[in-house]
Nanobody, 128 residues
Framework: QVQLVESGGGLVQAGGSLRLSCAASGRTFSSNAMAWFRQAPGKERESVAAINWSGGRTYYADSVKGRFTISRDNARNTLYLQMNSLKPEDTAVYYC?????????????????????WGQGTQVTVSS
């Protein structure tokens, strides 16, 4: 059974940093795109960052460019999101997701409907 488990969320002051981790189990995702999404209260879930299967291509939402960095450690089957210069508007539940397809070479790896496996989410709260 595939499981994605996020960790690293919490409460931080504006300007601070957090590092989210997503540990995958049940199968290896070294050949699959992975991504981070978030959902703030009263808002739809949105794409934050995505990384293709090789790690050679990444996507960032405009709102986090220059502040967030997505990375992966295939040996550990783990996805990361380094979040710096956090703002109150970054407050949300952050979800990890993984694509079922292997070696996807298209450009749509930031879209929510591309992903088949989801974690339970981790809360990030940024105080002003």
């Amino acid at each position: 059974q595939v499981q994605l488990v996020e960790s690293g969320g919490g409460l931080v002051q504006a300007g601070g940093s957090l590092r989210l981790s997503c540990a995958a189990s049940g199968r290896t995702f070294s050949s699959n795109a992975m991504a981070w999404f978030r959902q703030a209260p009263g808002k739809e879930r949105e794409s934050v960052a995505a990384i293709n299967w090789s790690g050679g291509r990444t996507y960032y939402a405009d709102s986090v460019k220059g502040r967030f960095t997505i990375s992966r450690d295939n040996a550990r089957n783990t996805l990361y999101l380094q979040m710096n210069s956090l703002k109150p508007e970054d407050t949300a539940v952050y979800y990890c997701a993984a694509d079922r397809d292997r070696y996807y070479s298209g450009s749509m790896f930031h879209l929510e409907n591309k992903y088949d496996y989801w974690g339970q989410g981790t809360q990030v709260t940024v105080s002003s």
